[in-house]
């Protein structure tokens, strides 16, 4: 139990860095940008320009989606009483979350030319930040945190991962 809390804190430290640090960095342009929300059996999608949200909520469910760019992509699909949010302010970049039976998932892209996958299985939570030219991906299958900057960690598998330039953890 102690070594599961340790990497548990290890893991969330990591991420809230990644992201304060990639939210200094810039992200994409206030005054555009589409959001979705959408609860219990309702879909609500968006499009203005080249910026997309999609929200798809099932039973006991809720879905929020925000693109905050003229050019990117948010994707937010929860069902049986999962939440998902998927949030995108990186220009030409995209945030996918997914959250099922019970679990939550939240996608944030926050650089420009990044994906970020979070998937919450099971009542457990995932968390995946992408920075700048970054990849953040965390499902029960696996974290992968690929390019410049990325984050994920994962309470159902106690897996996470970081990276920023060079440096790399877990």
Not at 1 to 25: D, E, P, T
Not at 32 to 44: L, M
Not at 47 to 58: E, L, Q, R, V, Y
Not at 97 to 123: D, E
Request: aromatic share 4%; glycine share 18%.
């Amino acid at each position: 139990m102690r070594s599961f809390v340790a990497r548990a804190l290890l893991g969330l430290i990591a991420v809230a860095a990644v992201f304060g640090m990639s939210a200094m960095l810039g992200g994409g342009e206030a005054s555009a940008g589409t959001n979705c929300s959408a609860a219990n059996n309702q879909r609500v999608e968006h499009s203005k320009g080249d910026s997309t949200c999609i929200a798809n909520a099932g039973p006991r469910s809720r879905a929020t989606a925000r693109d905050k760019t003229n050019s990117g992509a948010a994707l937010a699909v929860a069902t049986t009483g999962g939440t998902a949010t998927a949030e995108n302010s990186g220009n030409n970049s995209s945030a996918v979350a997914s959250g099922v039976n019970g679990g939550h998932g939240y996608a944030y892209s926050v650089g420009p030319h990044s994906s970020a996958v979070a998937q919450g299985r099971n009542g457990g939570t995932t968390i995946a930040v992408s920075g700048a030219a970054g990849g953040a991906f965390s499902t029960n299958d696996g974290v992968a945190c690929l390019g410049s900057m990325a984050a994920t960690y994962n309470t159902s598998t106690g897996r996470g991962c970081a990276k920023w330039g060079g440096l790399s953890i877990g």
